[in-house]
């Protein structure tokens, strides 16, 4: 095999006689071992030049093996037979915190990516998601680059985990800068937020600063490509050639220290540059007012918040060290013998420091839009303070009949009406003042003038205007306690004289209550046409009933003294 040395072979343990040797205490064929090539090399492995790699040691030694070179009841070498060691122990410890910041991510994750305000055009909710997002990348894959760590020390021979902690602890790397990067930009994104919510054309769309903005994600995220690009896509196969010194030394460290592996850092470099600058740009033109040369010149430290001041050094940390493991591969968490407080201290505690950073800020700082709308309270009561405004308390509105939130005419009506009639105001049950409303009806007299109850008896005797002036409904009485019913109960009979015709017909009590459930002004009606109709005085002995004898319009001919009506011709001559 390409990954054993021919120094390491050492000769099969005699047997009984010349065709035997014993592994353990299982004796196997040496006829057979040699005509299919095997081979004993002296890290207790078995192999014939291919693919194939057993251990030969008790207790994993093969049972036995058939005249075709198969093993019975074999153990490969790539298996997980070792104890757990400080590695995979400080792996495991690290991943149950990488895992609990991950919950804590998510959380602030929930919190400050809720919206309470409309989208705005400038400000998308992606925007002040995207750190939280790069925090739950960067926390999955510390955990699984940790969890696999544990297979690194349980192989025999080095294989997939140790490929897989490598590449996953590379793209923790590149997380944790697009982390930083986009917690600075951000932070520059509301401080901008803040700046022009109380004007939004306070700054220009089009000048330098907003350029600069809309450019410098764009190189971040270059820069951070090419580191990605540079670390990423390779045959990490090499890696795991870790079987014997010789090896390591002649495949495992120069694959791990070629100069795609030296030029990723000075990648991320740039873009933590960028990340700085994008600080001091935030602070210039949305925080630092004084000007002059001494503070323009340290205003970056005393605008800049305490989560920027330890997590920008933290993220530099985590350059350096994934510089000086290109350069030694000691340190490097690709070797299977490390040091294990270089690859945990300088690999693993800069990025979970910031994530921790992360989450504990987002824990105690409040939802954007929430602080946002605190923000325009305390400038609207500023200004009603400066102006001797004082806000209507919360009982203004319902004494003045301006409605509750959600109330629609209808129910507007139907409580002023509730309490019109002296009864409990409430908004639990406005279908039974209609039905009370019905039931008075129903009950008024027969001979009453209600719009809705109209009644008359027909006459044998001749119709003159002695009689329609002597005989005069009268209106019924209304013992009730609300004083609006009682003043509609008076003018009824009056509309009824008025406005004959108006309240005849089945459907008119139905009508009437349509009328007053509707929600909002009547729908306006286009006018009758105008029809020049006259009626002829009744003769005697006419059964119509007394309503239209009685009823005077403007459409007859005669009035009740037999004189002609006067034709009217528009609304002036009424």
Known sequence: MSFLDPRDIVAFPGGDNSSDTIFGDIHLNKTTLDHWNYTLYSNGTLSNGTVWCALAFAPYQPAAVLDNGTFVNVTWCWAPVKHIEARAGIGVGFAGIFGFALVCNVLSLAKHGKLYLPVEKRFYPIGRRWQWYWGSFTCACAMIALITGVDVDRYYMPELPLVLTSFFWYLMQIGTIALVWEAVRHWGSWMERQFIDPDPFLLRQDDRR?????????????????????????????????????????????????????????????????????????????????????HRATHLFSYAPWRFIIILPLALAVIVFQELVAWNFDWSPMKVKGSNVAIYVGGYVPSLLIVVIQSIFGYFNPNEDKELLRQRRVRERTLNQEMGLVNKPGWWRRLNSEGLPGESMRDIIARNVREVGGRKPTTQNPEQAVLDRNLDVEAAP?????????????????????????????????AGGSDARREERTMEPVSGVSFPGQNEGPDAAARRHAELMMDGPIPAQPPPPYEERGRQVLPIGDARSTSERRSVSVNTETTLTNQPQQQIRSMLDI
């Open 446 to 478: 027969a001979n009453s003038v209600e719009m809705d109850a109209i009644q008359a008896e027909p006459l044998s005797s001749p119709v003159s205007a002695r009689d329609l002036s002597g005989g005069r409904p009268q209106a019924s009485v209304y």
């Open 210 to 294: 907003s350029k600069v903005e809309f450019y410098l994600p764009l190189l971040a995220y270059l820069w951070m490509w090419l580191a990605f690009f540079l670390l990423i896509p390779r045959n990490w196969e090499n890696v795991q050639f870790q079987r014997f010194p010789e090896q390591t030394e002649s495949v495992a460290r120069p694959s791990a220290t070629d100069n795609r592996f030296k030029a990723a850092p000075f990648c991320q470099l740039v873009a933590w540059l960028l990340c700085v600058y994008s600080l001091w740009h935030s602070i210039k033109h949305y925080l630092a007012r004084d000007r002059s040369i001494v």
